[in-house]
């Protein structure tokens, strides 16, 4: 079983708030929004291997930080983690590209890809291991693979590339904010 950790989520009640509090921890001014409509959720790169701090709305007064880790195949990967004596505690969901920036996605894709990269960036799942901590598994299609720095982007450095996608997707979300309002 191959994974890599490439995402620390943090729930919040008042987004913009832990926004600005994470913000003064990593160093940076802003995040840029994830380009889903399904939930509320914000990330930035905070390393150079790809991982990403996002902060997520809130689902519940439980809900903890939740640590996210690429893997090559969901299903085969959570069935070999059941019979290992975890659980799951979400079962596998899509994680799909907002309507409102799904060109302007797929545009930005192509520059550098010649096929179109699909309406969702993976699919993930939230399990419990055998003492019950929870944590995600997310298996990425090829268009994230460059932003988390995974399969055959996988590296030490935080590049120009992971940057740019960055501030692209500032630049998207703020896009997609304006729809949503």
């Given at each position: 079983m191959n994974s890599k950790l490439i995402q620390?989520?943090?729930?919040?009640?008042?987004?913009?708030?832990?926004?600005?509090f994470y913000s003064k921890i990593v160093g940076h001014a802003e995040f840029a929004r994830s380009l889903t409509s399904q939930v509320t959720s914000y990330h930035l790169p905070i390393s150079k291997d790809g991982l990403q701090f996002t902060i997520?709305?809130?689902?519940?007064?439980q809900e903890p930080p939740i640590c996210y880790f690429s893997v090559e195949s969901?299903?085969?990967?959570?069935?070999?983690?059941?019979?290992?004596?975890?659980s799951v505690f979400v079962e596998p969901f899509d994680l799909p590209v907002a309507p409102a920036v799904l060109e302007e996605y797929t545009e930005e894709f192509r520059k550098n890809h010649k096929e179109a990269p699909g309406n969702t960036v993976g699919r993930?799942?939230?399990l419990r291991d055998p003492e019950g901590n929870i944590f995600g598994l997310t298996e990425l299609h090829e268009?994230?693979?460059?932003?988390?720095?995974?399969?055959?982007?996988?590296?030490?450095?935080?590049d120009?590339?992971?940057?740019?996608?960055?501030?692209?997707?500032?630049?998207?979300?703020?896009?997609?904010?304006?729809?949503?309002?």
């Amino acid at each position: 079983m191959n994974s890599k950790l490439i995402q620390y989520n943090v729930p919040a009640k008042d987004i913009g708030k832990i926004k600005a509090f994470y913000s003064k921890i990593v160093g940076h001014a802003e995040f840029a929004r994830s380009l889903t409509s399904q939930v509320t959720s914000y990330h930035l790169p905070i390393s150079k291997d790809g991982l990403q701090f996002t902060i997520t709305q809130r689902h519940s007064a439980q809900e903890p930080p939740i640590c996210y880790f690429s893997v090559e195949s969901l299903s085969a990967t959570v069935d070999a983690l059941i019979a290992d004596g975890g659980s799951v505690f979400v079962e596998p969901f899509d994680l799909p590209v907002a309507p409102a920036v799904l060109e302007e996605y797929t545009e930005e894709f192509r520059k550098n890809h010649k096929e179109a990269p699909g309406n969702t960036v993976g699919r993930a799942a939230i399990l419990r291991d055998p003492e019950g901590n929870i944590f995600g598994l997310t298996e990425l299609h090829e268009q994230a693979h460059s932003l988390f720095k995974v399969g055959r982007y996988q590296d030490d450095m935080v590049d120009a590339e992971q940057m740019i996608q960055h501030n692209r997707g500032i630049a998207m979300g703020k896009k997609l904010e304006k729809s949503n309002s």
